[in-house]
């Protein structure tokens, strides 16, 4: 049950974008997406609720094709900051009320 | 204040000790999670209160306990734990279980031995 994330690692410079992708076999009602640093929790960066629903978040921002089944994390114009380990979480139309953490993109953003 | 803390944290147990995890959350929450975290991979999630009451147990060995006294702490009871339970611990609450925002604590960093 748990959604695929893609890529699984990504270097980037300061300065550029980064698309990280979630993707899921079953039916989503909702999309969270986290950010942990090295030995600490999970941060909390947003939820999308509705199918085509797009949020934002300072220099980060995510959309939520329902239809596909996917969630998309835009990371643009990268700082040192944004290095860590991404991970969406799922809530399914159907089925347990858990949510269901995806594979995990590990960003490292280099000078 | 959306802070979740957990002692201890860090933890080294043998396989024959008791030991015990704690967490604390003062922002009103009524659901509390225990989630596992091994190197690399998403945390897995064991248990769920939602009310104080165990609302979901994911199939997790009877040697963790969890406890969940008031509406503001949740432990984790550990009791002859075998080395692959050396993980991360995480500890979570949100407003209300179901749809909505997980806040994470530190976590327990647990070695047994």
Redesign the interface.
Known sequence: QQPVQSPQAVILREGEDAVINCSSSKALYSVHWYRQKHGEAPVFLMILLKGGEQKGHEKISASFNEKKQQSSLYLTASQLSYSGTYFCGTFYQTGANNLFFGTGTRLTVIP | DTE?TQTPKHLVMGMTNKKSLKCEQHMGHRAMYWYKQKA??????MF?YSYEKLS?N?SVPSRFSPECPNSSLLNLHLHALQPEDSALY?CASSRE???K???????T?LLVL
Do not use: D, N, S
């Open positions: 979740v690399k991979k998403p945390p897995e999630l769920v979901i994911e995480l279980q179901g749809v925002t997980q806040y994470f604590g530190p976590g960093r």
